[in-house]
Protein backbone atom coordinates (compact mmCIF):
# COMPACT_ATOMS: atom_id res chain seq x y z
CA UNK A 1 0.00 0.00 0.00
CA UNK A 2 1.46 3.53 -0.98
CA UNK A 3 2.50 5.81 1.98
CA UNK A 4 -0.81 8.35 0.48
CA UNK A 5 -3.08 6.26 1.40
CA UNK A 6 -2.22 4.50 4.83
CA UNK A 7 -0.50 7.48 6.27
CA UNK A 8 -3.92 10.01 6.28
CA UNK A 9 -5.67 6.64 8.05
CA UNK A 10 -3.16 6.58 10.43
CA UNK A 11 -2.64 10.00 11.37
CA UNK A 12 -6.89 9.70 11.48
CA UNK A 13 -6.82 7.01 14.39
CA UNK A 14 -3.57 8.70 16.29
CA UNK A 15 -6.57 11.87 16.63
CA UNK A 16 -8.94 9.79 17.51
CA UNK A 17 -6.77 7.67 20.18
CA UNK A 18 -6.01 11.46 21.46
CA UNK A 19 -9.61 12.30 21.77
CA UNK A 20 -10.64 9.57 23.46
CA UNK A 21 -7.67 9.76 26.34
CA UNK A 22 -8.04 13.72 26.38
CA UNK A 23 -11.94 13.59 27.40
CA UNK A 24 -10.89 10.58 29.72
CA UNK A 25 -8.21 12.95 31.65
CA UNK A 26 -10.98 15.89 31.69
CA UNK A 27 -13.82 13.47 32.95
CA UNK A 28 -11.91 10.90 35.27
CA UNK A 29 -8.79 11.68 36.64
CA UNK A 30 -10.42 13.54 40.20
CA UNK A 31 -12.96 10.82 40.22
CA UNK A 32 -12.42 9.30 43.90
CA UNK A 33 -11.75 6.26 42.50
CA UNK A 34 -8.88 7.03 40.05
CA UNK A 35 -7.93 9.30 43.62
CA UNK A 36 -7.61 6.34 45.90
CA UNK A 37 -6.44 3.53 43.34
CA UNK A 38 -4.19 5.25 41.50
CA UNK A 39 -2.65 7.90 43.56
CA UNK A 40 -2.94 7.61 47.38
CA UNK A 41 -2.30 3.42 47.08
CA UNK A 42 1.22 3.46 45.84
CA UNK A 43 2.25 6.18 48.62
CA UNK A 44 0.26 4.12 51.34
CA UNK A 45 2.04 0.89 50.92
CA UNK A 46 5.52 2.43 50.38
CA UNK A 47 5.65 3.99 53.30
CA UNK A 48 4.00 1.43 55.37
CA UNK A 49 6.44 -1.05 54.02
CA UNK A 50 9.53 1.66 54.03
CA UNK A 51 8.49 2.57 58.03
CA UNK A 52 11.61 1.85 60.32
CA UNK A 53 13.62 0.08 57.71
CA UNK A 54 16.93 1.40 56.63
CA UNK A 55 17.10 2.11 53.18
CA UNK A 56 19.03 4.43 50.86
CA UNK A 57 17.53 7.24 49.13
CA UNK A 58 18.12 6.34 45.98
CA UNK A 59 16.89 2.78 46.76
CA UNK A 60 13.44 4.26 48.40
CA UNK A 61 13.19 6.16 45.54
CA UNK A 62 13.76 4.17 42.53
CA UNK A 63 11.06 1.64 44.86
CA UNK A 64 8.54 4.21 44.47
CA UNK A 65 8.69 4.92 40.87
CA UNK A 66 8.50 1.41 40.68
CA UNK A 67 4.90 1.13 43.31
CA UNK A 68 3.00 4.40 41.26
CA UNK A 69 4.05 3.36 37.75
CA UNK A 70 2.49 -0.15 38.36
CA UNK A 71 -0.20 0.94 40.69
CA UNK A 72 -2.07 3.95 38.80
CA UNK A 73 -1.32 3.00 35.38
CA UNK A 74 -3.18 -0.25 36.21
CA UNK A 75 -6.04 1.49 37.85
CA UNK A 76 -7.73 3.55 34.64
CA UNK A 77 -8.65 0.90 32.77
CA UNK A 78 -10.81 -1.38 35.64
CA UNK A 79 -12.33 2.10 35.98
CA UNK A 80 -13.30 4.07 33.69
CA UNK A 81 -14.52 1.14 31.30
CA UNK A 82 -16.77 -0.82 32.87
CA UNK A 83 -18.24 2.81 34.67
CA UNK A 84 -18.74 3.99 30.89
CA UNK A 85 -20.74 0.96 30.52
CA UNK A 86 -22.91 1.67 32.90
CA UNK A 87 -23.51 5.21 32.06
CA UNK A 88 -23.92 4.25 28.08
CA UNK A 89 -21.05 6.29 26.89
CA UNK A 90 -19.23 3.63 26.02
CA UNK A 91 -21.34 2.51 23.64
CA UNK A 92 -21.12 5.59 21.46
CA UNK A 93 -17.38 5.22 21.43
CA UNK A 94 -17.86 1.89 20.22
CA UNK A 95 -20.45 3.21 17.20
CA UNK A 96 -17.59 5.73 16.44
CA UNK A 97 -15.73 5.81 13.13
CA UNK A 98 -12.27 4.15 14.78
CA UNK A 99 -11.17 0.36 15.44
CA UNK A 100 -11.26 -1.60 18.22
CA UNK A 101 -7.50 -0.95 18.80
CA UNK A 102 -7.86 2.73 18.63
CA UNK A 103 -9.88 2.70 21.23
CA UNK A 104 -8.03 0.56 23.41
CA UNK A 105 -4.92 2.51 22.40
CA UNK A 106 -6.83 5.83 24.04
CA UNK A 107 -7.72 4.03 26.85
CA UNK A 108 -3.83 2.54 27.57
CA UNK A 109 -2.60 6.48 27.15
CA UNK A 110 -4.96 7.72 29.93
CA UNK A 111 -4.08 5.24 32.17
CA UNK A 112 -0.26 6.13 31.33
CA UNK A 113 -0.57 9.96 31.57
CA UNK A 114 -1.68 9.56 34.76
CA UNK A 115 1.28 7.51 35.97
CA UNK A 116 3.49 9.59 34.47
CA UNK A 117 2.01 13.00 36.15
CA UNK A 118 2.24 10.58 39.60
CA UNK A 119 5.42 9.54 38.97
CA UNK A 120 7.02 12.91 38.31
CA UNK A 121 5.23 14.32 41.61
CA UNK A 122 7.46 11.38 43.31
CA UNK A 123 10.62 12.24 41.38
CA UNK A 124 10.41 15.84 42.26
CA UNK A 125 10.32 15.14 45.77
CA UNK A 126 13.01 12.63 46.04
CA UNK A 127 15.09 14.68 44.56
CA UNK A 128 13.87 18.12 45.89
CA UNK A 129 13.56 17.08 49.37
CA UNK A 130 15.59 14.05 49.73
CA UNK A 131 18.52 14.73 47.48
CA UNK A 132 18.40 12.23 45.00
CA UNK A 133 20.53 12.06 42.31
CA UNK A 134 19.68 10.10 39.07
CA UNK A 135 22.67 7.75 37.90
CA UNK A 136 21.10 7.69 34.49
CA UNK A 137 18.20 10.00 33.58
CA UNK A 138 17.13 8.31 30.04
CA UNK A 139 17.19 5.15 31.29
CA UNK A 140 14.17 6.49 33.88
CA UNK A 141 12.21 8.32 31.70
CA UNK A 142 12.11 4.84 29.02
CA UNK A 143 11.30 3.00 32.58
CA UNK A 144 8.51 5.03 33.22
CA UNK A 145 7.05 5.48 29.96
CA UNK A 146 7.59 2.00 28.87
CA UNK A 147 6.03 0.78 32.46
CA UNK A 148 3.42 3.29 32.06
CA UNK A 149 2.44 1.66 28.82
CA UNK A 150 3.06 -2.20 30.00
CA UNK A 151 0.96 -1.83 32.93
CA UNK A 152 -1.94 0.45 31.69
CA UNK A 153 -2.46 -2.25 29.31
CA UNK A 154 -2.71 -5.08 32.07
CA UNK A 155 -5.27 -2.90 32.98
CA UNK A 156 -7.37 -2.97 29.91
CA UNK A 157 -7.51 -6.58 30.30
CA UNK A 158 -10.13 -6.04 32.71
CA UNK A 159 -11.42 -3.10 32.22
CA UNK A 160 -12.62 -5.29 29.40
CA UNK A 161 -14.45 -8.09 31.59
CA UNK A 162 -18.09 -7.80 30.71
CA UNK A 163 -19.80 -6.06 33.64
CA UNK A 164 -21.39 -2.50 33.89
CA UNK A 165 -20.20 -2.51 37.49
CA UNK A 166 -16.45 -1.05 38.39
CA UNK A 167 -16.73 -3.18 41.55
CA UNK A 168 -16.67 -6.25 39.66
CA UNK A 169 -13.49 -5.49 37.82
CA UNK A 170 -11.71 -3.93 40.92
CA UNK A 171 -11.73 -7.29 43.33
CA UNK A 172 -9.77 -9.64 40.73
CA UNK A 173 -7.72 -6.41 39.42
CA UNK A 174 -6.23 -5.58 42.74
CA UNK A 175 -5.58 -9.43 43.80
CA UNK A 176 -3.68 -10.00 40.96
CA UNK A 177 -1.35 -6.61 41.07
CA UNK A 178 -1.26 -7.39 44.75
CA UNK A 179 -0.17 -10.49 43.67
CA UNK A 180 2.04 -9.51 41.18
CA UNK A 181 3.65 -6.72 43.81
CA UNK A 182 4.45 -9.54 46.32
CA UNK A 183 6.08 -11.89 43.95
CA UNK A 184 8.44 -9.05 42.33
CA UNK A 185 11.32 -7.48 43.53
CA UNK A 186 9.85 -4.40 44.85
CA UNK A 187 9.91 -5.80 48.41
CA UNK A 188 12.54 -8.43 48.09
CA UNK A 189 15.75 -7.27 46.24
CA UNK A 190 16.47 -10.13 43.55
CA UNK A 191 19.82 -11.35 44.87
CA UNK A 192 18.34 -11.94 48.92
CA UNK A 193 15.86 -14.25 47.18
CA UNK A 194 16.09 -18.24 46.67
CA UNK A 195 16.27 -19.54 43.64
CA UNK A 196 12.76 -20.64 43.29
CA UNK A 197 11.13 -17.44 44.17
CA UNK A 198 13.81 -15.67 42.10
CA UNK A 199 12.33 -17.97 38.79
CA UNK A 200 8.54 -16.82 39.97
CA UNK A 201 9.87 -13.15 40.46
CA UNK A 202 10.61 -12.95 36.64
CA UNK A 203 6.97 -13.84 35.78
CA UNK A 204 5.77 -10.23 36.95
CA UNK A 205 6.22 -7.71 34.76
CA UNK A 206 6.84 -5.20 37.83
CA UNK A 207 10.29 -7.28 38.50
CA UNK A 208 11.60 -5.59 35.34
CA UNK A 209 10.11 -2.10 36.09
CA UNK A 210 11.96 -1.70 39.71
CA UNK A 211 15.90 -3.20 38.63
CA UNK A 212 14.93 -0.80 35.20
CA UNK A 213 14.64 2.14 38.38
CA UNK A 214 17.94 0.65 40.34
CA UNK A 215 19.72 0.80 36.79
CA UNK A 216 18.21 4.11 36.42
CA UNK A 217 17.88 5.81 39.94
CA UNK A 218 21.39 4.20 42.42
CA UNK A 219 23.10 2.68 39.22
CA UNK A 220 22.65 -0.55 40.30
CA UNK A 221 20.58 -2.94 38.79
CA UNK A 222 20.59 -7.23 38.38
CA UNK A 223 19.43 -7.87 34.92
CA UNK A 224 20.44 -6.11 31.37
CA UNK A 225 18.78 -3.22 31.16
CA UNK A 226 18.07 -3.72 27.75
CA UNK A 227 16.37 -6.74 28.93
CA UNK A 228 14.62 -5.04 31.14
CA UNK A 229 13.22 -2.37 28.26
CA UNK A 230 12.48 -5.72 26.04
CA UNK A 231 10.34 -7.45 28.38
CA UNK A 232 8.36 -4.27 29.34
CA UNK A 233 7.77 -3.66 25.31
CA UNK A 234 6.52 -6.89 24.85
CA UNK A 235 4.33 -7.29 27.71
CA UNK A 236 2.52 -3.83 27.39
CA UNK A 237 2.21 -5.26 23.31
CA UNK A 238 0.74 -8.73 24.42
CA UNK A 239 -1.90 -7.26 26.87
CA UNK A 240 -3.66 -5.94 24.07
CA UNK A 241 -4.27 -8.83 22.17
CA UNK A 242 -7.21 -10.35 25.24
CA UNK A 243 -7.95 -7.17 25.50
CA UNK A 244 -9.06 -7.00 21.97
CA UNK A 245 -10.79 -10.78 22.45
CA UNK A 246 -12.42 -9.81 25.44
CA UNK A 247 -14.21 -6.28 23.83
CA UNK A 248 -15.55 -8.47 20.92
CA UNK A 249 -16.87 -10.76 22.94
CA UNK A 250 -18.34 -8.58 25.51
CA UNK A 251 -19.82 -6.64 22.42
CA UNK A 252 -21.35 -10.23 21.25
CA UNK A 253 -22.66 -10.32 24.80
CA UNK A 254 -24.46 -6.54 24.89
CA UNK A 255 -21.69 -4.84 26.79
Known amino acids: MKPDRWLPRLQDELAQAWAVAVKDVKVYYLQPGMIMFGFMMPFFMFFSFSVRREMAAELGVARLLALTTFFTAAAAGPFIIPL ?65 FSFSTLGLIFGSIPTRNPGDVQMPSTLLRWGLLFISGVFIPLPEMIPAARIVAYLSPLTYAQDLMNHAVPGVGLLNPWLDIGVLLLTGILFLLPSLKMHRRSRKLGY
Open 84 to 148: ERRLGTYDRLLAAPMSLLTLLLGKAAVGAFFAIVVSAIALVIGVAVLGVAIARPWLLAVGILLGS
